[in-house]
Nanobody
Framework: QVHLVESGGGLVQPGGSLRLSCAAS????????MGWFRQAPGKQRELVAALNSGGNENYADSVKGRFTISRNNAKNTVYLQMNSLRPEDTADYYC?????????WGQGTQVTVSS
Protein backbone atom coordinates (compact mmCIF):
# COMPACT_ATOMS: atom_id res chain seq x y z
CA GLN A 1 0.00 0.00 0.00
CA VAL A 2 1.01 3.57 -0.66
CA HIS A 3 -0.19 6.44 1.49
CA LEU A 4 -0.17 9.97 0.10
CA VAL A 5 -0.57 13.25 1.97
CA GLU A 6 -0.96 16.50 0.05
CA SER A 7 -0.41 20.00 1.37
CA GLY A 8 0.09 23.53 0.12
CA GLY A 9 -3.30 24.49 -1.27
CA GLY A 10 -5.05 27.73 -0.47
CA LEU A 11 -6.37 31.01 -1.79
CA VAL A 12 -4.20 33.06 -4.13
CA GLN A 13 -4.76 36.05 -6.37
CA PRO A 14 -4.54 35.74 -10.15
CA GLY A 15 -0.91 35.86 -11.21
CA GLY A 16 0.25 34.44 -7.92
CA SER A 17 2.07 31.23 -7.07
CA LEU A 18 1.58 28.18 -4.91
CA ARG A 19 3.60 25.03 -4.32
CA LEU A 20 1.80 21.78 -3.62
CA SER A 21 3.54 18.91 -1.87
CA CYS A 22 2.72 15.22 -1.84
CA ALA A 23 4.51 13.03 0.69
CA ALA A 24 4.47 9.30 0.00
CA SER A 25 4.90 6.49 2.50
CA UNK A 26 4.49 2.74 2.49
CA UNK A 27 5.47 0.67 -0.55
CA UNK A 28 7.22 3.58 -2.25
CA UNK A 29 9.74 1.40 -4.09
CA UNK A 30 6.85 0.03 -6.17
CA UNK A 31 5.93 3.50 -7.48
CA UNK A 32 6.81 4.10 -11.14
CA UNK A 33 4.89 7.32 -11.75
CA MET A 34 3.68 10.17 -9.59
CA GLY A 35 1.46 12.95 -10.74
CA TRP A 36 -1.07 15.63 -10.03
CA PHE A 37 -4.66 15.71 -11.19
CA ARG A 38 -7.31 18.31 -10.58
CA GLN A 39 -11.06 18.42 -10.54
CA ALA A 40 -13.09 21.60 -10.79
CA PRO A 41 -16.75 21.72 -9.76
CA GLY A 42 -18.92 20.05 -12.37
CA LYS A 43 -15.94 18.84 -14.39
CA GLN A 44 -14.06 15.59 -14.80
CA ARG A 45 -10.78 14.95 -13.07
CA GLU A 46 -7.92 15.79 -15.42
CA LEU A 47 -4.20 15.26 -15.54
CA VAL A 48 -2.12 18.30 -14.64
CA ALA A 49 1.41 16.90 -14.57
CA ALA A 50 3.18 13.58 -14.17
CA LEU A 51 6.72 12.43 -13.54
CA ASN A 52 7.90 8.87 -14.07
CA SER A 53 10.81 6.99 -12.58
CA GLY A 54 12.90 7.78 -15.66
CA GLY A 55 12.54 11.49 -15.01
CA ASN A 56 10.18 12.12 -17.91
CA GLU A 57 7.68 14.91 -17.34
CA ASN A 58 4.25 15.28 -18.88
CA TYR A 59 2.01 18.35 -18.62
CA ALA A 60 -1.47 19.34 -19.63
CA ASP A 61 -1.36 21.94 -22.40
CA SER A 62 -3.20 24.40 -20.19
CA VAL A 63 -0.37 24.49 -17.62
CA LYS A 64 2.73 24.17 -19.80
CA GLY A 65 5.19 26.94 -19.05
CA ARG A 66 3.44 27.81 -15.78
CA PHE A 67 3.57 24.64 -13.67
CA THR A 68 6.56 22.45 -12.85
CA ILE A 69 6.55 18.99 -11.30
CA SER A 70 9.58 17.84 -9.35
CA ARG A 71 10.54 15.36 -6.67
CA ASN A 72 12.81 14.96 -3.70
CA ASN A 73 13.68 11.29 -3.44
CA ALA A 74 15.24 11.69 0.00
CA LYS A 75 11.92 13.01 1.32
CA ASN A 76 9.72 10.74 -0.83
CA THR A 77 7.91 13.88 -1.87
CA VAL A 78 6.71 15.22 -5.20
CA TYR A 79 5.98 18.89 -5.73
CA LEU A 80 3.89 20.96 -8.09
CA GLN A 81 5.12 24.53 -8.43
CA MET A 82 2.30 26.62 -9.86
CA ASN A 83 3.10 30.09 -11.19
CA SER A 84 1.02 32.67 -13.04
CA LEU A 85 -2.13 31.16 -11.60
CA ARG A 86 -5.43 31.86 -13.29
CA PRO A 87 -9.02 31.66 -12.03
CA GLU A 88 -9.51 28.61 -14.26
CA ASP A 89 -6.85 26.78 -12.23
CA THR A 90 -9.28 26.73 -9.31
CA ALA A 91 -9.92 23.09 -8.40
CA ASP A 92 -9.26 20.33 -5.94
CA TYR A 93 -5.80 18.96 -6.66
CA TYR A 94 -5.05 15.29 -6.11
CA CYS A 95 -1.75 13.46 -5.94
CA UNK A 96 -1.46 10.12 -7.70
CA UNK A 97 1.09 7.35 -7.22
CA UNK A 98 1.02 4.58 -9.78
CA UNK A 99 2.56 1.14 -9.47
CA UNK A 100 2.40 -1.74 -11.94
CA UNK A 101 -0.52 -3.13 -9.98
CA UNK A 102 -2.68 -0.14 -9.11
CA UNK A 103 -3.03 3.58 -8.50
CA UNK A 104 -3.18 5.35 -5.17
CA TRP A 105 -4.75 8.75 -4.53
CA GLY A 106 -4.26 11.38 -1.90
CA GLN A 107 -7.13 13.10 -0.15
CA GLY A 108 -6.85 16.28 -2.22
CA THR A 109 -6.02 19.88 -1.50
CA GLN A 110 -8.07 22.86 -2.60
CA VAL A 111 -6.65 25.64 -4.74
CA THR A 112 -8.68 28.79 -5.26
CA VAL A 113 -7.49 31.54 -7.57
CA SER A 114 -9.53 34.67 -7.04
CA SER A 115 -9.17 38.38 -6.45
Amino acid sequence: QVHLVESGGGLVQPGGSLRLSCAASGSILAINTMGWFRQAPGKQRELVAALNSGGNENYADSVKGRFTISRNNAKNTVYLQMNSLRPEDTADYYCLARTTATSHWGQGTQVTVSS
